[in-house]
């Protein structure tokens, strides 16, 4: 009998892949410049630090970091994780109440797992990270968006969609958001630690990005605010260390972290100890951040060279000015199809992600994300400068 997908569960039926992993694709392709992915720089990555931290620890922790090890984590990360977590964004975090996980795409799974019931209303933004989008339609719950303006979230409207929809959990990228860079406003993130105690509303915090910062102070998080446990806070070592070795962590009231570790119980059982060992060497030698000065200073002057690129775009483009983060976001003038003219780009060898594939009800053909930490200098000047031609700019 042939395999069909008539076997596969109601719930992956309508479950694309991931619009950016099949761009990848496209990415193996010579002399492609890429702003597709979410990637660090490959110069970013350390492999004689990686390296010298895990023979290291295998010294010091023997087969323990080969052997199956404990759901709760690797008990020297869980420490330093924390105290990290309290330095770098105020959350209020302890041993206890942090877990790590494989990467915060982990820790987001395990909180739907944990919360949703099929039909259960989630609010994200608008647009907003697609493997979020991803995870949450795979539990079944229902989309519906949050209005943001140039500060984020917007509170008034966030509360307006919280009495109309009864949602059980809010999900939201508060630093140099994914895909559109923006940072929700300081003024705003008090509010909406509240919104969520005041209405019993599980709210997400997905905060990846906030030590990638270029420009200005950093801002508390919006769990640093958070009385009774109403705020989860996901972050992730991915963008910072490396995404490969898939560390992150979650930091969630008792409750709900006794539920998330069962739920890790049988999604992987722990997180590899030997990667969780390598971050916690990063933290605890003071090696991290030296090393985020180090990619920040990079990072600052390809991002200013995109932002200089957009003078090849059509007149009358408007875009992000992002404080830190991996990503501009676009629009295209009226009638300008971003999706329509991706194909044009890809044979010049440019590749960007049609910012349509990150809104709940797709649309919004007119938008498009660029990534600019995974090309040089050099190279986002010249992608820029194809993408203009590719879009009829005329090199404002
Ligand atoms: C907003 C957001 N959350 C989570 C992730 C996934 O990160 P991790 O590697 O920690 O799973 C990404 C990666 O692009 C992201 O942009």
């Known amino acids: 009998m042939e395999f069909t997908d008539s076997i596969i569960a109601r719930r992956m039926k309508d479950i694309n892949g991931s619009a950016i992993r099949e761009i990848f694709h496209l990415l193996a392709k010579p002399g492609m410049i890429s702003f597709a992915g979410g990637n660090p720089a490959d110069t970013a990555l350390e492999t004689d630090v990686a390296a010298r931290l895990a023979v290291k620890a295998l010294e010091k922790y023997g087969t323990s970091l080969i052997q199956y090890g404990a759901t709760e984590g690797f008990a020297p990360l869980k420490e330093s994780a924390a105290q990290y977590f309290r330095d770098t964004a105020g959350v209020p975090a302890t041993p206890d109440t942090l877990l790590p996980v494989q990467g915060s795409s982990q820790a987001f799974d395990l909180i739907l797992k944990a919360l949703i019931d099929p039909g259960?209303?989630?609010?994200?933004?608008?647009?907003?990270?697609?493997?979020?989008?991803?995870?949450?339609?795979?539990?079944?719950?229902?989309?519906?968006?949050?209005?943001?303006?140039?500060?984020?979230?917007?509170?008034?409207?966030?509360?307006?969609?919280?009495?109309?929809?009864?949602p059980k959990m809010i999900y939201v990228i508060p630093t140099f958001q994914n895909?559109?860079?923006?940072?929700?406003?300081?003024?705003?993130?008090?509010?909406?630690?509240?919104?969520?105690?005041?209405?019993?509303?599980?709210?997400?915090e997905d905060d990846p990005y906030r030590d990638l910062?270029?420009?200005?102070?950093?801002?508390?998080?919006?769990?640093?605010?958070d009385a009774e446990g109403w705020v989860a806070y996901m972050g992730s070592f991915s963008k910072i260390i490396a995404p490969g070795l898939r560390v992150g962590a979650v930091i969630a009231n008792k409750t709900l972290m006794r539920k998330l570790v069962i739920g890790k119980q049988s999604a992987d059982v722990h997180s590899p100890m030997l990667?969780?060992?390598?971050?916690?060497?990063?933290?605890?030698?003071?090696?991290?951040?030296?090393?985020?000065?180090?990619?920040l200073d990079d990072y600052r002057r390809q991002m200013n060279a995109m932002l200089d690129g957009f003078k090849y775009f059509p007149e009358g483009t408007v875009h992000t000015l992002p404080q830190g983060g991996l990503f501009v976001w676009a629009k295209l003038p009226r009638g300008?199809?971003?999706?329509?003219?991706?194909?044009?780009?890809?044979?010049?060898?440019?590749?960007?992600?049609?910012?349509?594939?990150?809104?709940?009800?797709?649309?919004?053909?007119?938008?498009?994300?660029?990534?600019?930490?995974?090309?040089?200098?050099?190279?986002?000047?010249?992608?820029?400068?194809?993408?203009?031609?590719v879009l009829g700019g005329n090199g404002r």
């Open 336 to 389: 300008m199809d971003a999706l329509e003219l991706f194909p044009a780009a890809v044979e010049k060898n440019v590749a960007y992600v049609p910012g349509t594939h990150f809104y709940p009800d797709l649309g919004h053909t007119d938008t498009l994300r660029l990534n600019f930490s995974k090309s040089t200098v050099e190279e986002i000047g010249r992608g820029m400068k194809i993408l203009g031609e």
């Open 213 to 225: 910062r270029y420009e200005g102070e950093p801002l508390p998080s919006i769990a640093s605010y």
């Open 120 to 166: 259960d209303v989630v609010l994200v933004e608008s647009p907003t990270f697609l493997g979020a989008l991803q995870a949450i339609r795979t539990y079944g719950a229902r989309i519906e968006s949050i209005p943001t303006d140039e500060g984020g979230v917007i509170v008034d409207a966030l509360e307006e969609q919280i009495k109309r929809y009864h």
């Open 275 to 295: 990667n969780q060992a390598i971050v916690d060497g990063y933290i605890r030698e003071d090696i991290l951040m030296p090393h985020i000065r180090r990619i």
């Open 179 to 204: 895909p559109t860079g923006v940072t929700l406003a300081a003024d705003r993130r008090r509010p909406l630690a509240q919104l969520a105690a005041k209405y019993g509303v599980l709210l997400c």
